[in-house]
Nanobody, 123 residues
Framework: QVQVEESGGGLVQAGGSLRLSCTIS????????MGWFRQAPGKEREGVSC????????YIANDVKGRFTVSRDNAKRTLYLQMNSLQPEDTAIYFC????????????????WGQGIQVTVSS
Protein backbone atom coordinates (compact mmCIF):
# COMPACT_ATOMS: atom_id res chain seq x y z
CA GLN A 1 0.00 0.00 0.00
CA VAL A 2 1.37 3.40 -1.01
CA GLN A 3 1.46 6.02 1.71
CA VAL A 4 2.21 9.67 1.02
CA GLU A 5 2.71 12.07 3.90
CA GLU A 6 3.36 15.81 3.85
CA SER A 7 4.88 17.82 6.67
CA GLY A 8 6.19 21.30 7.35
CA GLY A 9 3.09 23.40 6.82
CA GLY A 10 1.77 26.01 9.19
CA LEU A 11 1.13 29.70 9.71
CA VAL A 12 3.66 32.27 8.57
CA GLN A 13 3.67 36.02 8.04
CA ALA A 14 3.90 37.49 4.58
CA GLY A 15 7.50 37.53 3.42
CA GLY A 16 8.37 34.49 5.48
CA SER A 17 9.50 31.01 4.45
CA LEU A 18 8.46 27.42 4.92
CA ARG A 19 9.85 24.14 3.70
CA LEU A 20 7.45 21.34 2.95
CA SER A 21 8.58 17.75 2.99
CA CYS A 22 6.95 14.64 1.62
CA THR A 23 7.83 11.06 2.33
CA ILE A 24 6.51 8.09 0.44
CA SER A 25 6.44 4.39 1.22
CA UNK A 26 5.15 1.45 -0.74
CA UNK A 27 6.55 2.36 -4.15
CA UNK A 28 9.89 2.82 -5.86
CA UNK A 29 10.50 6.46 -5.03
CA UNK A 30 13.42 6.91 -7.43
CA UNK A 31 11.50 5.69 -10.48
CA UNK A 32 8.56 8.03 -10.01
CA UNK A 33 8.07 11.64 -11.00
CA MET A 34 6.85 13.80 -8.14
CA GLY A 35 4.88 16.97 -7.77
CA TRP A 36 3.50 19.59 -5.43
CA PHE A 37 -0.02 20.84 -5.93
CA ARG A 38 -2.21 23.23 -3.99
CA GLN A 39 -5.85 24.02 -3.56
CA ALA A 40 -7.12 27.30 -2.22
CA PRO A 41 -10.65 27.69 -0.85
CA GLY A 42 -13.15 27.75 -3.68
CA LYS A 43 -10.55 26.99 -6.32
CA GLU A 44 -9.46 23.94 -8.24
CA ARG A 45 -6.34 22.03 -7.37
CA GLU A 46 -3.40 23.26 -9.42
CA GLY A 47 0.16 22.28 -10.09
CA VAL A 48 2.81 24.24 -8.21
CA SER A 49 5.99 22.46 -9.23
CA CYS A 50 6.94 19.02 -10.50
CA UNK A 51 10.24 17.18 -10.70
CA UNK A 52 11.42 14.20 -12.69
CA UNK A 53 12.69 11.01 -11.13
CA UNK A 54 16.20 12.20 -12.05
CA UNK A 55 15.80 15.37 -9.99
CA UNK A 56 15.19 17.88 -12.78
CA UNK A 57 12.36 20.36 -12.18
CA UNK A 58 9.98 19.89 -15.07
CA TYR A 59 7.45 22.59 -14.20
CA ILE A 60 6.98 25.57 -11.95
CA ALA A 61 3.89 27.74 -11.88
CA ASN A 62 4.39 31.33 -13.02
CA ASP A 63 3.09 32.82 -9.80
CA VAL A 64 5.68 31.04 -7.66
CA LYS A 65 8.62 31.25 -10.04
CA GLY A 66 11.64 32.74 -8.30
CA ARG A 67 10.14 32.09 -4.86
CA PHE A 68 9.54 28.33 -4.66
CA THR A 69 12.07 25.57 -5.33
CA VAL A 70 11.29 21.88 -5.68
CA SER A 71 13.92 19.24 -4.93
CA ARG A 72 14.17 15.62 -3.99
CA ASP A 73 16.52 13.30 -2.15
CA ASN A 74 16.07 9.81 -3.55
CA ALA A 75 18.27 8.26 -0.86
CA LYS A 76 15.92 9.65 1.79
CA ARG A 77 12.81 9.03 -0.32
CA THR A 78 11.81 12.61 0.35
CA LEU A 79 10.45 15.42 -1.78
CA TYR A 80 10.83 19.06 -0.74
CA LEU A 81 9.30 22.40 -1.57
CA GLN A 82 11.20 25.43 -0.33
CA MET A 83 8.85 28.39 -0.24
CA ASN A 84 10.29 31.86 0.19
CA SER A 85 8.73 35.32 0.12
CA LEU A 86 5.36 33.83 0.91
CA GLN A 87 2.31 35.92 0.18
CA PRO A 88 -1.30 35.68 1.41
CA GLU A 89 -2.33 34.37 -2.00
CA ASP A 90 -0.13 31.31 -1.37
CA THR A 91 -2.54 30.25 1.36
CA ALA A 92 -3.84 26.81 0.42
CA ILE A 93 -3.74 23.14 1.19
CA TYR A 94 -0.58 21.75 -0.36
CA PHE A 95 -0.49 18.20 -1.70
CA CYS A 96 2.37 15.92 -2.57
CA UNK A 97 1.80 13.41 -5.36
CA UNK A 98 3.63 10.72 -7.28
CA UNK A 99 3.23 9.14 -10.67
CA UNK A 100 5.20 6.80 -12.87
CA UNK A 101 5.50 9.37 -15.63
CA UNK A 102 4.39 12.97 -15.46
CA UNK A 103 3.34 14.70 -18.68
CA UNK A 104 2.79 18.35 -17.78
CA UNK A 105 2.35 18.58 -14.01
CA UNK A 106 -1.37 18.09 -14.35
CA UNK A 107 -3.55 16.79 -11.54
CA UNK A 108 -4.83 14.10 -13.88
CA UNK A 109 -1.30 12.80 -14.45
CA UNK A 110 -0.80 11.83 -10.82
CA UNK A 111 -1.87 8.59 -9.20
CA UNK A 112 -0.73 8.68 -5.57
CA TRP A 113 -1.67 11.55 -3.29
CA GLY A 114 -1.11 12.68 0.25
CA GLN A 115 -3.85 14.05 2.48
CA GLY A 116 -2.51 17.57 2.12
CA ILE A 117 -1.14 20.07 4.59
CA GLN A 118 -2.33 23.57 5.36
CA VAL A 119 -0.17 26.58 4.61
CA THR A 120 -1.54 29.91 5.82
CA VAL A 121 0.16 33.20 5.10
CA SER A 122 -1.02 36.19 7.10
CA SER A 123 -0.72 39.75 5.84
Amino acid sequence: QVQVEESGGGLVQAGGSLRLSCTISGLNFDTNDMGWFRQAPGKEREGVSCITMFGYPSYIANDVKGRFTVSRDNAKRTLYLQMNSLQPEDTAIYFCAATYRDINCSVNDYKYWGQGIQVTVSS
